[in-house]
C-alpha cells in the first residue's frame, strides 16, 4: 500500500518535507494575475517552472491556463536572463497582445540576481512595450515562504503597478486571499448586497471557471479591469481576508495610499462570515433582508443536525488562512479539531490556531508535510480530515472519510462551481461533510444500528 | 496561397508546416522562444518522467518545494510490487542554503530516507536552485553511496540545461552508472524493453506478447522496473526502443558499451505491435521464436477484428487532431486512426526532430498541418478551421478541446486505460468512440442547438 512506508513513531526532522502540504511561490502568483482582466501571468525561469504551474492549475479549474515563460538556457543562468524576459516582453505583446503582463520570479532569476525592475525599465525605454499596456512585477523565490506568499506577493506588486491617488471613493477595495473563483464571486455578491462597491484583488471568477463558448479565448470575461486597479489607491477602505494572504497587499495600500485596510479571518464558518459582514456594516454597508434569510437558513441546518458533528474528531491541512477560519467553525459546529498542519511557514500560526480552537491542547505545526500529519493521525485517528487531494493517501490507508477543499483539487469537481465562503458556502459545507461522515456511518455500522431516517 | 501563419510569431514559421502547400524542412529541436506560450517542460522534468517508474528506488529531489510537489504521483506508472517511487521526497532547499549550500542538508536526507526506506538505489535530481548555488551534489553521492553500500545516483537535471529531452539524456546517464553493476552472463533469446513507462499497464501487456513468443526479458526501463533487473541490463542480446524521443541515448550507449543491438518499436496500433514483435523476432532468427509471434499475431488479431470493426463503422468519417510528446508516437497514433476511418488533420509533437517530421510529412494527407513545440493559441485555430471532432494529447490540451466543445483522448501519464498492444488498440478505439460518439457534444456550441430542430 502507498502510505504503508510512514512509521507510527514520530521523529524530529529537519533536512527533508516528505508528501509536501505545499508547493512554490510562482504558482500563487501566477494565480493571483490570472484575476486581472486581459492579464498574461510570465514566469522569469527555465520552462519547466511555468510549465508545472499550468499544468497544476488546469488540473485543478480544468480550464486551459496561459502563460508565457522566459525560457532560461545555460546561458542565461550564467550571464543573466536580461535578454530573454527583453524578447519575451516584445513577443508577448506582438502576438498575445495582453493589456497586462505580470511577471514574477523564480529561484534561478532570484538567486542570479536578475533585477526585473531595471529590464522592465529599459524594455520601456526600447519601445517594447506598446501604449496603454502594463507590466506588472513580484519577486518570488521559491525558496521562501510557499504558493500562498506568492500570491500575497503578486497581490502587493499589482497594487503597486496600479494604483492611483484621487479624491476618496466609496468604493471598498476586498483582497479575498488564495481561494476560488466562486469565492471571489461570493464575497463580491454579499459585498453588492450591502450596497458596497467592491473591487476585488483580484478576482478569478469569469477566469477559470467560464463557460463553454466554442472557441478559445485567451483572455476569457472575469477579471478585475485596469480601471477598478487603479481606483484602488484612493478606495474609502480596504478589506483584506486572512493576514497571510491578504495582509501584504492591504498594508501597502495603507501605508503609500492612507487607504485604511481592516485584516479579518477568512469569511468561512459563521462567526468568519458574521465579522466580514459586521465590517461592511462599519463601512456603510446595509444588512439586506436576504443576507439575515441565508444566516438563518445556515442556522437551521446546524441545529437540524449539530448531534452528528458533536466531538467528531478532525485533522485538517492546507493554507494558514483556510485553516484558521475552518478550526474555528467546525469547533463552533462541536467538532473535536485533533490535528492541523500546514506546509507554509510562519510562526505565528500555531497561536492563531489555538486561539480558533480555544485549547492549547491540539496538535498544529507550520512548515510541515502530509507525512507528518499521517503520523499524527497513526497516533491518534480521527473521523474526519478535511485538506486538498493529497489528504486522498491518508484518507484510504487509514479508511478515514475526506472533504476536499483548498489547492490542489486534482480528482473531483465543484470547488471551481460553489464558494466555501459565505453562510451559503458554510451550507455548502456543512452539506459536503455530513454527506462523507453518513455514509461513511451507513456503510460501516453493524446492521442492527442502520438507520433509514437520520 | 495565403498562408495559414498569418498572425503568429515570424519565428514561428518554420515550425509550422502545411502539407500539400509547404516544402520547406521543418525546424525544430529548439529551445521554445522566449516568452511564446510553450506546451513545454524542462530538463529536470524529462529526467524525473523517465526514472520514476523505477519503483523499488528512492527518487529525492534536491531543490526547491515545487519541483517535488509538482512530481509527486502525477505519472500513472504502476507498479507490481513497491510503491516507493509515488512518495514524494524533496529536500526543501530554503534561503538558508541558498546561501551556505544545500550539501549537508541532502547528506543527511539521503541518510535518514536511505535507513528508513531500505531502497535498492537512489536517484538524487539536481534541479534549477542546487545548480546554481553550485552543490556537488555528485560528491555527496559518492559519499553516501559508500558509507550507504546502496548505488545513489546524481542526476544532472537542473532546468535550465534545456528542454525535456536533455532530460532524458541525463536519465540516461544516470541509468548507464546502474546497468552492468550485476556481474550476470548473457541471457540467451533474451530482451531488455526501452522507452516504456507501464502507464496503466501497459509494460505488463508487452511482457506477456514477449514472453509467449519464447523471449526472456531482462530488464523494463523503466515501467515497474527493479533496481537488480536494471543492474543486468547489460546482459539482453536486443533492445527494443520504444518512445523515440526518451530512450534512444540508452539505447546507442549500450550499444557503444555492451555492444548491445537496438530495434526502434511501437506498440500503438495493430500494425506498429505487429511489426515490432516481428522486428524482435527477426532479429533472433530462431524457428520456435518466429513461430510463435505468427500465432501470437494471428490469434490476437482474429481476436481484436471484430470489436475494431464494430468502433470502426462508429467513428469512419470523423478527423482528428494529435498534440503528443514524441514523433514515434504521433506516427502510431495516426496510423491507428486510420484504421479506425478518423483521418488526422493536425499533428504537432513536442519534441521531434527533423527526421521525424520527414517521416511525418510522407505518411499524411495533404491538408494536415504538422506543429513542433505548439500553443493553444496555434492549436485552436487549426482545430476550427479543419473541423477536428477529436483531439488527442495530455494535460493541458484536455480542457482546450472542451473548451472548444470536441471529443478528447488522453494518450498521456492522465490515460486511465492501457493503450498498448492489440488489447490495447481495442481500448483505444473503445476510448476514441466513446469520445467522439458521446451525447454532450450535440450541445456544443458549434453545433447551434440543432437538437431543438
Known amino acids: 500500500m502507498l502510505l504503508r512506508h510512514t512509521p507510527d513513531t514520530i521523529i524530529e526532522r529537519e533536512a527533508l518535507t516528505v508528501q509536501p502540504a505545499k508547493t512554490c511561490q510562482p504558482v500563487g502568483a501566477m494565480y493571483a494575475a490570472l484575476g486581472i482582466h486581459r492579464c498574461l501571468p510570465h514566469s522569469h525561469g527555465s520552462q519547466g517552472c511555468c510549465a508545472y504551474h499550468r499544468s497544476s492549475l488546469t488540473r485543478h479549474y480544468k480550464e486551459p491556463v496561459m502563460a508565457g515563460t522566459s525560457s532560461f538556457t545555460e546561458g542565461a543562468s550564467v550571464f543573466g536572463g536580461q535578454a530573454n524576459l527583453l524578447e519575451a516582453i516584445t513577443n508577448i505583446f506582438t502576438l498575445y497582445n495582453p493589456d497586462v503582463l505580470a511577471i514574477h520570479t523564480t529561484c534561478l532569476s532570484e538567486t542570479i540576481g536578475d533585477d526585473v525592475p531595471q529590464i522592465v525599465a529599459k524594455a520601456r525605454e526600447e519601445g517594447r512595450v506598446p501604449e496603454g499596456k502594463y507590466i506588472i512585477r513580484a519577486s518570488t523565490p521559491s525558496y521562501i515562504g510557499s504558493h500562498v506568499i506568492g500570491y500575497a506577493n503578486m497581490v502587493k506588486g499589482i497594487v503597486e503597478g496600479f494604483s492611483e491617488r484621487g479624491k476618496t471613493g466609496r468604493h471598498v477595495n476586498i483582497i ?94 459563521i462567526r468568519a462570515t458574521d465579522k466580514f459582514v459586521e465590517a461592511l456594516k462599519r463601512l456603510g454597508g446595509v444588512i439586506d433582508d436576504e443576507i439575515e434569510y441565508e444566516r438563518g437558513q445556515l442556522m437551521d441546518a446546524v441545529t437540524d443536525m449539530q448531534q ?16 484558521v477560519s475552518f478550526t474555528e467553525f467546525l469547533t463552533d459546529l462541536g467538532f473535536s479539531v485533533r490535528h492541523v498542519i500546514t506546509g507554509t511557514p510562519g510562526k505565528k500560526f500555531v497561536g492563531r490556531i489555538k486561539d480558533a480552537a480555544g485549547t492549547d491542547q491540539i496538535n498544529v505545526r507550520e512548515a510541515s508535510d502530509y507525512f507528518y500529519l499521517h503520523q499524527l493521525i497513526k497516533n491518534e485517528k480521527v473521523d474526519l480530515i478535511i485538506g486538498n487531494t493529497y489528504a486522498k493517501y491518508i484518507s484510504r490507508d487509514m479508511d478515514i ?35 462523507v461522515l453518513m455514509d461513511h456511518q451507513d456503510r460501516y455500522c453493524p446492521e442492527e444500528q442502520f438507520e433509514l431516517v437520520m | ?61 534536491h531543490g526547491a ?25 524533496c529536500t526543501d532547499l530554503r534561503e538558508k542554503e541558498v546561501i551556505y549550500g544545500g550539501e549537508k542538508k541532502l547528506k543527511n536526507a539521503l541518510y535518514i530516507l536511505i535507513e528508513e526506506h531500505q531502497p535498492k538505489a537512489a536517484f538524487v535530481y539536481s534541479t534549477c536552485i542546487a545548480g546554481i548555488i553550485g552543490d556537488d551534489v555528485g560528491a555527496v ?16 537535471s537542473e532546468g535550465f540545461k534545456g528542454t525535456k529531452k536533455d532530460g532524458y539524456r541525463a536519465a540516461c546517464d544516470a541509468l548507464m ?20 513507462f507501464n502507464i496503466a499497464g501497459e509494460i505488463w501487456v508487452i511482457k506477456k506478447y514477449f514472453e509467449q513468443m519464447g523471449l526472456k526479458i531482462v530488464a523494463t526501463l523503466t515501467g515497474d522496473a527493479r533496481v537488480e533487473q536494471i543492474k543486468s541490463a547489460h546482459t539482453a542480446q536486443l533492445n527494443i526502443v ?36 516481428y522486428d524482435a523476432a527477426d532479429f533472433f532468427c530462431n524457428k520456435s521464436v518466429m513461430e510463435n509471434t505468427r500465432n501470437l499475431i494471428s490469434n490476437e488479431i482474429a481476436l481484436i477484428t471484430p470489436f475494431i470493426n464494430s468502433y470502426r463503422n462508429k467513428c469512419k468519417g470523423k478527423k482528428a487532431a494529435l498534440y503528443v510528446g514524441g514523433a514515434f508516437k504521433a506516427m502510431s497514433l495516426i496510423k491507428a486512426l486510420r484504421i479506425l476511418g478518423i483521418q488526422t488533420i493536425l499533428a504537432g509533437t513536442q519534441t521531434g526532430s527533423k527526421e521525424d517530421y520527414e517521416a511525418l510529412k510522407t505518411l499524411c494527407d495533404d491538408g494536415t498541418v504538422l506543429l513542433d513545440d505548439s500553443n493553444p493559441i496555434e492549436m485552436s485555430k487549426f482545430i476550427i478551421e479543419k473541423k477536428a471532432d477529436l483531439f488527442i494529447g495530455g494535460v493541458k490540451e484536455r480542457p482546450l478541446a472542451y473548451k472548444l466543445g470536441i471529443a478528447f483522448c488522453d494518450h498521456n501519464h492522465e490515460r486511465k486505460t492501457g493503450l498498448a498492444g492489440f488489447e490495447g488498440m481495442v481500448n483505444f478505439a473503445r476510448e476514441v468512440s466513446l469520445s467522439v460518439n458521446s451525447p454532450v457534444w450535440k450541445f456544443a456550441p458549434r453545433r447551434g442547438r440543432e437538437y431543438y430542430v
Open chain 2, 141 to 156: 553521492c559518492k559519499e553516501v553511496q559508500k558509507k550507504t553500500g546502496i548505488a545513489v545516483i546524481p542526476v544532472h
Open chain 1, 401 to 435: 472519510p475526506l472533504v476536499r477543499t483548498g489547492f490542489p483539487i486534482y480528482d473531483r469537481i465543484g470547488h471551481q462551481y460553489f464558494p466555501t465562503v459565505g453562510y451559503k458556502g458554510a451550507l455548502l459545507l456543512i452539506e459536503k461533510i455530513l454527506g
Open chain 2, 65 to 89: 518545494i515545487g519541483c517535488a510537489a509538482y512530481t509527486w504521483d502525477i505519472r500513472g506508472s504502476m507498479s507490481s510490487g513497491p510503491q516507493l517511487h509515488r512518495s514524494s521526497f
Open chain 2, 242 to 277: 520504444q518512445c523515440s524521443g526518451s530512450m534512444r541515448f540508452l539505447a546507442k550507449q549500450m550499444k557503444e558499451k555492451y555492444g548491445i543491438p537496438f530495434i526502434n518499436a511501437s506498440f500503438s496500433g495493430i500494425n506498429d505491435t505487429a511489426k515490432a514483435l
Open chain 2, 177 to 196: 552508472r546502474i546497468i552492468g553493476m550485476n556481474d550476470t552472463p548473457q541471457v540467451p533469446l533474451s530482451v531488455n524493453i526501452l522507452g516504456d
Open chain 1, 308 to 323: 452528528y458533528f458533536y466531538q467528531k474528531k478532525v485533522a485538517l491541512v492546507g493554507d494558514p488562512d483556510q485553516l
Open chain 1, 176 to 269: 479575498p486571499g488564495f481561494v476560488e473563483p466562486p469565492d471571489m464571486a461570493e464575497i463580491k455578491r454579499l459585498a453588492k448586497l450591502t450596497g458596497i462597491d467592491p473591487v476585488l484583488l483580484t478576482d478569478t471568477s469569469g477566469v477559470l471557471n467560464g463557460p463553454q463558448t466554442g472557441h478559445y479565448e485567451m483572455y476569457p470575461k472575469g477579471g478585475t479591469t485596469i480601471d477598478n486597479l487603479k481606483r484602488t489607491g484612493y478606495a474609502k477602505a480596504t478589506i483584506a481576508l486572512g493576514p497571510i494572504a491578504s495582509g501584504l497587499g492591504a498594508k501597502f495600500i495603507d501605508t503609500k495610499y492612507g487607504v485604511p485596510c481592516e485584516t479579518l479571518n477568512l469569511p468561512i464558518g
Open chain 2, 1 to 61: 496561397m495565403t498562408s495559414i501563419k498569418s498572425g503568429f510569431l515570424k519565428e514561428r514559421t518554420l515550425q509550422i508546416f502545411e502539407k500539400g502547400i509547404d516544402t520547406f524542412e521543418m525546424t525544430c529541436d529548439r529551445v521554445s522562444t522566449a516568452g511564446s506560450i510553450s506546451q513545454r517542460a524542462c530538463t529536470f522534468c524529462g529526467s524525473r518522467v523517465v526514472l520514476y517508474p523505477i519503483v523499488d528506488a528512492l527518487h529525492l529531489v
